[in-house]
């Protein structure tokens, strides 16, 4: 929100609903990262509470978001966990983004079936320490070769928009058609067997470990 001053400038300040919503924020966020690294740690609550001094029914409130934990608090928690206590806090101010992609849009990029005549318009890429993810609308034509033969790490999901094709995933094969969606191990031989219906488009979406070189 914004206040006018005297001397003519706006300040902005924080309502105490924002303050509100913005510690509810934070405290999710805390919550989040002790959950997840007391996962990693292969630990339960009864035990991270029991390291960190804590009853179980307090360290599940902080885990739920719902109890604002103390600096001692989260100082017995970030050492119980081996990790600092900003750690705790890390993905609080982290920006979010988003990706918008109008209708017909999308950056046309080069892939393994683009010799087969098979076209790739990326519609965003997210990127983190683990996971990689990458969306596609994909459109074949009547000039467009079958391929059957996709091979790669991770899992994929099909979702076809227009255009009917029949599509191989290891020893099995799916008539697709408008609405129809597959979702499979994309180490799985895969790909459009027989373009029954053309032009086929539809959406492709590969998540795979971002170790993969």
Avoid: W
């Avoid at 924020?25 to 997840?36: K, S, T």
């Avoid at 999901?157 to 255009?163: A, P, Q, R, S, T």
């Amino acid at each position: 929100m914004f206040e006018e001053q005297g001397n003519g400038k706006v300040a902005e300040f924080e309502s105490a609903a924002e303050r509100d919503k913005r510690a509810n924020r934070l405290e999710m966020c805390i919550g989040r990262e002790v959950r997840q690294l007391r996962r990693k740690h292969d630990m339960t609550v009864t035990e991270l509470a029991e390291l960190a001094g804590l009853s179980s029914g307090m360290l599940s409130k902080i885990e739920n978001g719902h109890t604002s934990p103390s600096l001692t608090t989260l100082q017995s928690l970030a050492s119980a966990l081996n990790v600092s206590v900003t750690a705790l806090m890390r993905k609080f101010e982290e920006r979010r983004d988003a990706t918008f992609v109008a209708a017909g849009g999308g950056l046309k990029i080069q892939r393994r079936g683009t010799r087969a005549g098979h076209e790739y318009r990326v519609l965003g890429h997210s990127l983190d320490e683990e996971i990689t993810m990458e969306p596609f609308v994909i459109t074949l034509t009547d000039k467009s070769e079958v391929f059957p033969a996709f091979e790669h790490e991770g899992t994929e999901f099909l979702y076809v928009l227009e255009g009917r094709m029949d599509y191989h995933h290891g020893g099995a094969t799916y008539a697709m058609g408008p609405g129809d969606s597959l979702f499979f191990d994309a180490e799985a031989a895969h790909g459009p067997e027989n373009l029954v219906e053309t032009p086929i488009r539809f959406v492709c979406v590969i998540v795979h470990s971002s170790e993969r070189p």
